[in-house]
């Protein structure tokens, strides 16, 4: 049973690039844990998409990274190590599909292949039917769970007093939620005049 439960966590999904951009990355103890994405925990993808653009570091330290566009969005690819050997050949304008690990640094997401394999251009069509045939109606983060991350974020700044907090020790205060979802949505709350910033990287709260 513990096996077929780890298979079922490692499914490589399916998803237009779009998509997975819209996702939510939940890190844990500063690492990226999965994506959480219409209702699933994202470790593994599967897309495609056309190379349109390719750079390879010859230092000392090998790697090549990769942007995959489907027409819904861009993704890095990035590989290091034994994992290069999966890149060789591959150029810009190529059509190419990609089972992989999802990754984030920087709060940048990519992905790390695992297989990679030359397409016709018609698969791009393809994925994007598919796509859309089982789209649910509200693809993406539940509205619930983007309420719950709002009312976090702005609790804690409720709660932080009338000096107000430090946006980096927001951060850690909240790190099951990605640090980018929380720069965010800072941005719409001091936008919408429910904060402000009395200081460089110290935030408060107005009402």
């Not at 844990?33 to 349109?52: A, H, M, P, Q």
């Not at 804690?156 to 980018?180: C, R, W």
């Amino acid at each position: 049973m513990a096996d077929q439960d780890q298979f079922k966590r490692h499914i490589a999904f399916k998803f237009r690039i779009g998509d997975l951009l819209k996702g939510i990355p939940i890190i844990n103890e500063e690492r990226f844990s999965y994506l959480e994405l219409d209702g699933k925990r994202i470790v593994r993808v599967n897309v495609v998409g056309n190379i349109t653009e390719r750079y390879d570091n010859e230092g000392e330290k090998k790697y090549t990274f990769m942007t995959l566009d489907d027409g819904s969005g861009q993704l890095k690819i990035k590989a290091f190590g034994d994992d290069l050997e999966k890149l060789t050949n591959l150029n810009q304008g190529q059509t190419i599909l990609v089972i992989g690990v999802l990754r984030s640094f920087n709060n940048e997401l990519y992905i790390t292949p695992e297989i990679v394999k030359d397409q016709d251009p018609k698969y791009l069509l393809i994925r994007k039917m598919e796509s859309e045939k089982n789209r649910p109606k509200d693809l993406g983060v539940p509205k619930e769970q983007i309420v719950a991350v709002k009312d976090k974020i702005l609790g804690k700044i409720k709660n932080s007093g009338e000096n107000g907090i430090d946006v980096a020790e927001l951060k850690q205060e909240l790190k099951e939620i990605s640090p980018n979802i929380v720069d965010q949505e800072i941005q719409k709350f001091l936008e919408e005049g429910m904060l402000f910033e009395p200081r460089p990287g110290i935030i408060k709260y107005l009402g």
